[in-house]
């Protein structure tokens, strides 16, 4: 099949061939995506001989030259030399846009616009969202897993893995996972509150037996952190309810 190249990220341009079916990647193309210097090098240390071949190709001044094309597997063993993001980038675009588009029609097909597309978040709406998880993390220790933590679960709660852009259509879902995450860290914050009153009193000052009072404080925070969110959603404070609501509108 004849050679067609194909645009990654608008900013790389990736030879590929057909052969029975099965796709082979322009080396070079693929180790300037992953800023891989020497590609002759990669190919004398890494890859398997048997998934190598040679292909004459007409370079962009119109001039015959070969170029060094590599298999599927070969093509791993590259990605996996490189420690660049673009790596991961790289290897989720092949494997969940060009493979399946060739083995399915036998060729690659640039996506196109579709009309019934979903509106994607602006980048207020993504500021909006950042700013509310900001509200629910910043008073904790270990602020960012939490906040890692909460964007996790609005992730699965869309359905759309980072980093692709989140849609418009999913606000209200969002905005209800929200509500539940902040009624639980309500329910925490408190428990926490009431754990630090009961050490002082009774710890520091009376100087009470401390398995038995950490035994309480545990449970105290145990019952937080493991209460039914929907059972919460009530306790939310007004200022909360306010800005779960200018989100959801989207102001």
């Known amino acids: 099949m004849s050679i067609q190249s194909f645009s990654f990220k608008e900013s790389h341009n990736v030879r590929i061939q057909v052969i029975d079916g099965e796709p082979w990647f322009c080396l070079k193309d693929v180790c300037e995506v992953l800023t891989i210097a020497n590609s002759r090098r990669v190919a004398a240390e890494v890859l398997d001989d048997s998934g190598v071949r040679k292909t004459d190709v007409i370079d962009i001044m119109g001039r015959e030259q070969e170029a060094t094309f590599v298999n599927e597997p070969n093509l791993y063993r590259v990605i996996f030399r490189s420690n660049k ?17 060739i083995r399915k029609t036998g060729k690659y097909e640039h996506p ?17 969202l950042a700013r509310l998880i900001w509200h ?16 996790y679960a609005l992730r699965e709660v869309t359905g759309i893995p980072s980093p692709q852009p989140m849609e418009v259509r999913h606000i209200p879902h969002i905005a209800r996972e929200c509500e539940r995450i902040w009624a639980v860290i ?51 404070t007004r200022w909360h309810k306010s800005e779960l609501g200018q989100f959801a509108q989207r102001h």
């Open 85 to 101: 993001p673009e790596a991961k980038q790289f290897q989720d675009w092949v494997f969940n846009d060009v493979l399946p588009s």
């Open 112 to 128: 196109v616009y579709k009309p019934e597309s979903h509106e994607l978040f602006t980048a207020n709406d993504t500021s909006n």
């Open 136 to 151: 629910m993390s910043h008073n904790f220790r270990f602020k960012q897993a939490w906040s890692n933590g909460i964007w």
């Open 186 to 236: 309500e329910r925490l914050q408190s428990a926490m509150v009431e754990a630090e009153r009961r050490t002082i009193r009774q710890l520091v000052r009376k100087r009470e037996n401390v398995d038995s009072v950490m035994g309480k404080i545990d449970s105290l925070l145990t019952e937080a952190s493991q209460s039914n969110a929907f059972m919460l959603t009530d306790t939310l």
